[in-house]
């Protein structure tokens, strides 16, 4: 049974940072695309990073780019999500999702795409 724990969220001024873990299991993690979501309330679910399985491709939001950064550990079963330069509006529940039968990258973006998710972890970013 595939798990995704996430872990990280928080309360944090405008301007600050915070890292996100998610840890998979239950999964060949390197068989996966790894990609963060977030929902804020009121709103749909939209989506923030994606990593390919190696790592080697990355791919943002035009919310989030230059700010976020999505990395991966193979060996640990992580994907993590390192947010820089927080705004208000990254207020939101954010989840980590993975995607096993994705061939192309301009797939990722999707929702629908990911099979498995997380529960979500509150980040909540103050002015």
């Known amino acids: 049974q595939v798990q995704l724990v996430e872990s990280g969220g928080g309360l944090v001024q405008a301007g600050g940072s915070l890292r996100l873990s998610c840890a998979a299991s239950?999964?060949?993690?390197?068989?996966?695309?790894m990609g963060w979501f977030r929902q804020a309330p009121g709103k749909e679910r939209e989506f923030v990073a994606a990593?390919?399985?190696?790592?080697?491709?990355?791919y943002y939001s035009d919310a989030v780019k230059g700010r976020f950064t999505i990395s991966r550990d193979n060996a640990k079963n992580t994907v993590y999500l390192q947010m820089n330069s927080l705004k208000p509006e990254d207020t939101a529940v954010y989840y980590c999702?993975?995607?096993?039968?994705?061939?192309?990258?301009?797939?990722?973006?999707?929702?629908?795409?990911?099979?498995?998710w997380g529960q979500g972890t509150q980040v909540t970013v103050s002015s």
């Open positions: 990593i390919s399985r190696a790592g080697v491709g990355t």
């Open positions: 999702a993975a995607a096993a039968l994705i061939a192309s990258s301009a797939n990722y973006y999707y929702s629908r795409n990911y099979g498995n």
């Open positions: 239950g999964l060949t993690f390197d068989g996966y695309v």
